[in-house]
């Protein structure tokens, strides 16, 4: 009877997985500048202060938030009824939802990158 023998080293693995645990807040937070990319070209112009005071922050290990302060903000994310030279209504929301696969790309592509 003939036989093979087949052995596997997994040794390497936990190396591989805290590498890739290491990246993920930064593919995250990558991510998460890209919906804030997409949103400034979205958000409502009149002064610029509104789109400039966008910021992206990591809020745990394996998400992030974009971020646009005060009730000044709120107000011109929902009020659907303001009409604007520039921008739009649901300017944060509309990004999150339309370039979701394309965060999914950008975490991906940087875990990638890094060669594990």
Wanted: glycine share 6%.
């Amino acid at each position: 009877m003939a036989g093979i023998e087949w052995n596997i080293d997994l040794s390497g693995l936990d190396r591989i997985t805290e590498a890739m645990d290491n990246l993920v807040p930064a593919a995250v937070v990558k991510a998460a500048e890209h919906v804030r990319g997409v949103a400034a070209d979205l958000t409502p112009v009149e002064s610029g202060h509104l789109v400039g005071s966008a910021e992206v922050k990591a809020t745990s290990h394996d998400s992030a938030r974009v971020y646009y302060p005060g009730p000044y903000a709120r107000y011109q994310h929902f009020e659907l009824q303001l009409k604007h030279a520039h921008g739009q209504a649901l300017y944060l929301e509309q990004p999150m939802i339309t370039e979701a696969q394309a965060c999914f790309r950008i975490m991906a592509d940087t875990l990638r990158l890094a060669g594990l």
